[in-house]
Structures are given as C-alpha cells and as structure tokens.
C-alpha cells in the first residue's frame, strides 16, 4: 500500500503525465498535487472538475443506474485529463485527476497505470 506522496509519484511515472491531483469532490478540495506546469494551475483545475464529477454522479442516481463510473475522459486539443474516483471503502468522495500530453501518452495504458496507482493508494 502506498500513501498519498508516493503514489502521487507513482502516477507522474504514467508516460505523458502533465500532473496529478487528489481531489475531494465534496467540497472542491485538493489533497494532494504532483506535477502541473506555469501556466495551469493543477489546484485550481482539479477543483474545477468537482462540478464534472458531481454532475455525472447526479446524473448515475437520477437513472437509478445501478453501476458506478469507472473513469471519466475529457479530450482537448493537446491533453486527456482523466477522472478516475475513488471505490475503496476509504476513498469515497475523492478522485484522482490526471493530465496527460496527448501526443506522448498512450491512454489506454495510462487509464491502467492509474488503476494501479488507486489500487495501491493507502489513505
């Protein structure tokens, strides 16, 4: 089991990661933040994407689908940012935010190092 600093590392090994957050999506807050660049602040898009979690989390319970997400992608021109939220017993409520360079990431790989990296992850 890794905490929360190593297995932040962990995903800044994921080939093509731009940055990394754990993010509560109750109230906005980030828990932790590796990585990120000078012109975007990792913290506040992390927060930002509480609103896309919590939307699609309303969403699931007004269906009265009887699933839960996996993970969430978001394609821009030049990134993915993949939403991955918490299912372990002490995960709820949070997710992990990746920001991935589209042109140096495999997605498909990634979104399975960030399984592991949630797997491993001890809160």
């Known amino acids: 089991m890794a905490n929360l600093d ?3 590392k962990n995903a800044m090994q994921i080939e093509g990661t731009i940055g990394v957050a754990l993010v509560d999506y109750t109230s906005g807050m980030t ?4 990585g990120g660049t000078a012109e975007l602040d990792l913290t506040v898009a992390a927060a930002g994407n509480t609103d896309v979690v919590r939307a699609k989390m309303r969403t699931i319970e007004m269906l ?3 699933d839960e997400i996996e993970d ?3 394609t821009l021109g030049t990134q993915y940012h993949v939403i991955r939220p918490l299912t372990g017993r002490n995960g709820k409520g ?3 935010y990746l920001m991935l360079s589209k042109n140096r990431a495999n997605l498909a790989l990634a979104r399975h190092q960030l399984r592991g990296v949630e797997e491993t992850l001890e809160l």
């Not at 828990?31 to 590796?34: I, K």
Request: hydrophobic share 80%; no cysteine; proline share 0%.
């Open 72 to 74: 969430m992608l978001i």
């Open 94 to 96: 949070l997710f992990l």
């Open 64 to 66: 009265n689908l009887n």
């Open 31 to 34: 828990l932790g933040v590796a």
């Open 6 to 8: 190593i297995a932040l």
